[in-house]
Structure formats: structure tokens, C-alpha cells
């Protein structure tokens, strides 16, 4: 199991940006793809796709409703993935998890089979 700890959840307007942060503490991270999920407020059962990056960081995919807002990357010497949000919706309130898989990245929550805690983000004025 690779441990990932999600971080820079908080308050926002709309409008606003926050930076999430992924951390992994395990040597083999590189090897890993990763994707940021969320989980809106009365949806709880469904883990809608945000964001995914391959292993290198030379690829990446985002959900239609956050392209272009929405910025996905990592650093394998640091082990970390990073999701800058900005011009920050109402709708982009929810729980934010960072999920990993070796080799994949993807849209497909079922395929992720390591997963952070979770961190909040609100947005609203």
C-alpha cells in the first residue's frame, strides 16, 4: 500500500482558487498513475472524476466540467501530485481524494484501488 495524505482544502468564493496537495510516503510513487476524485454534498456514494496524470506527467485528463480551470500535476522527486482549482464554482464544493493505481490513469473510480482521506473544499460567498 502507498499512504496518501491530501492537504489545502478550506474556504473559498467563487471566483477563488486553492492549490490540493497529494503526498505518497513510498519509494516506488513514480511507478504510480494518479487521479483527483470528489464527492459532492448528497451524492456520497459516487466519486465523480476530476483530473488524472500518467507516471511520467506528460499526460493528463480532466473531467469537461473543470478543463480549463483545473491544472493536475506531480513531482516524482518530491512524491507529491498537486490540483490547482481556480475560478472556483458553487458546484466544485465536495470532498477531494487523491487515488493511485501502478501503470493506470484514468476516469474509472473502480480502478483506483488507493485512496487518501479526503480533504474538504467549500466554495461560497
Known amino acids: 500500500q502507498v499512504p496518501l495524505v491530501e492537504s489545502g482544502g478550506g474556504w473559498v468564493q467563487p471566483g ?5 496537495s497529494c503526498t505518497a510516503s513510498e ?3 513514480s511507478e504510480y498513475g ?4 470528489r464527492q459532492v ?3 456520497e456514494r459516487q466519486r465523480q472524476f476530476v483530473a488524472a496524470i500518467s507516471r511520467s ?3 493528463t485528463q480532466y473531467d469537461y466540467s473543470v478543463k480549463g480551470r483545473f491544472t493536475i500535476s506531480r513531482d516524482n522527486a518530491k512524491n507529491t501530485v498537486d490540483l490547482e482549482m481556480n ?5 466544485d464544493t465536495a470532498v477531494y481524494y487523491c487515488a493511485a493505481r501502478p501503470g493506470y490513469y484514468g ?3 473502480i480502478d483506483y484501488d488507493i485512496w487518501g482521506q479526503g480533504t474538504q ?3 461560497s460567498t
Not at 477563488?16 to 490540493?20: A, E, I, K, P
Not at 494518479?34 to 476524485?37: E, I, L, Q, T
Not at 475560478?87 to 458546484?91: G, R
Open 57 to 59: 506527467g506528460r499526460d
Open 87 to 91: 475560478d472556483l464554482k458553487l458546484e
Open 34 to 37: 494518479k487521479a483527483w476524485f
Open 27 to 29: 519509494h516506488s510513487f
Open 16 to 20: 477563488g482558487s486553492l492549490r490540493l
Open 41 to 43: 454534498p448528497g451524492k
Open 121 to 123: 473544499v467549500t466554495v
Open 107 to 109: 476516469p474509472s473510480d
